[in-house]
């Protein structure tokens, strides 16, 4: 058991760091342009230790697809991969600079070893700083569902350092129809931003929002679940850090610690008419002679 928790509290370390090199990286930028004559959107997050991700979509399907590389001697190198981590495509950007309003490069397809050129245009970044301010500039996410994809829409108030998430546009694939538009206030994590579940347990993928993060590894997002009647998503009531959902037992796990680990909750939850109901919760604590976790009373 111990071992186990041990395990869940290293994967949420894991997950805060990784949140914590975004808010740090260059810039999270937008730009249009074209692979060959097929027009795209492509999003790039590079961090200050050369590492870089992106996503792109060609305009006329708005399917994201996820790309990982490095920015290394001015080169910006993109990678594609399939479902069984193989690499697929390769896209290159020389004497890349990130100030640079125009992005040119080469798109390979490497089964094939087609080339395309990629000819783009910035159209924004996710700058910082206490004296900068902008509103609802739409970042692309990397997840969409079928028929469906997802813009964040973020700002910046003068006063804040970091750019803020207020809302999301969920939009029809092919036509970019705006099907629903919900106001938030959440913390930019970028590119990820939007997960995809069944969190319910209805057979019917509903989405959330990343919401924020601590320096410990606990997190917490927000839960939008589909209504198939009115064909809308609703703010559900679930709550709780670093929630998973489990579709085989139909259950959610909550993990909570603090104090550097010295402290820690476990609890598990069924969905009773889209309500989280709690089925059992254990708490833990450090005990100084032994050096060992165990169980104690939950406040």
């Given at each position: 058991m111990i071992a186990k928790?041990?395990?869940i509290v290293s994967l949420k370390i894991i997950m805060v760091l990784l949140f914590l090199a975004s808010i740090n990286s260059f810039a999270q930028t937008t730009y249009a342009g074209f692979i060959d004559k097929y027009p795209i959107?492509?999003?790039t997050d590079i961090d200050s230790d050369g590492s870089g991700r992106g996503i792109y979509t060609y305009s006329n399907y708005d399917t994201p697809i996820e790309i990982s590389g490095t920015?290394?001697?001015?080169?910006?190198?993109?990678?594609?991969?399939d479902k069984a981590d193989n690499k697929t495509g390769k896209m290159v950007f020389e004497n890349f600079n990130s100030k640079s309003k125009k992005l040119e490069g080469t798109w390979t397809d490497l089964n094939t070893k087609k080339e395309l050129k990629i000819s783009l245009t910035k159209v924004f970044d996710i700058d910082y700083g206490d004296n900068i301010e902008w509103k609802n500039?739409?970042?692309?996410?990397?997840v969409s569902l079928k028929g469906k994809y997802f813009k964040l829409i973020v700002s910046k108030s003068k006063g804040d350092f970091y750019a803020?998430?207020?809302?999301?546009?969920?939009?029809?694939?092919?036509?970019d129809k705006v099907l629903q538009q919900i106001e938030l206030e959440c913390q930019l994590w970028?590119?990820?931003?939007?997960?995809?579940d069944d969190y319910n347990f209805d057979g019917i993928e509903d989405f959330s929002v990343f919401e924020g993060g601590t320096a410990g590894p606990n997190t917490t997002s927000l839960y939008f679940l589909y209504n198939p009647k009115t064909e809308k998503y609703f703010e559900s009531s679930f709550s709780g850090t670093s929630l998973e959902f489990d579709s085989k037992t139909k259950r959610i796990h909550e993990y909570n610690q603090c104090c550097a680990g010295a402290s820690q909750m476990n609890a598990e939850y069924k969905v009773v008419n889209n309500k989280m109901v709690l089925i059992k919760k254990s708490c833990l604590e450090l005990d100084i002679k032994s050096g060992e976790l165990k169980k104690v009373k939950c406040d």
């Open positions: 928790i041990k395990k959107e492509f999003v920015l290394k001697n001015k080169i910006l190198t993109f990678f594609e991969k500039r739409e970042i692309l996410q990397a803020k998430v207020t809302g999301v546009k969920i939009l029809e694939k092919k036509t970028g590119l990820n931003n939007i997960s995809t």
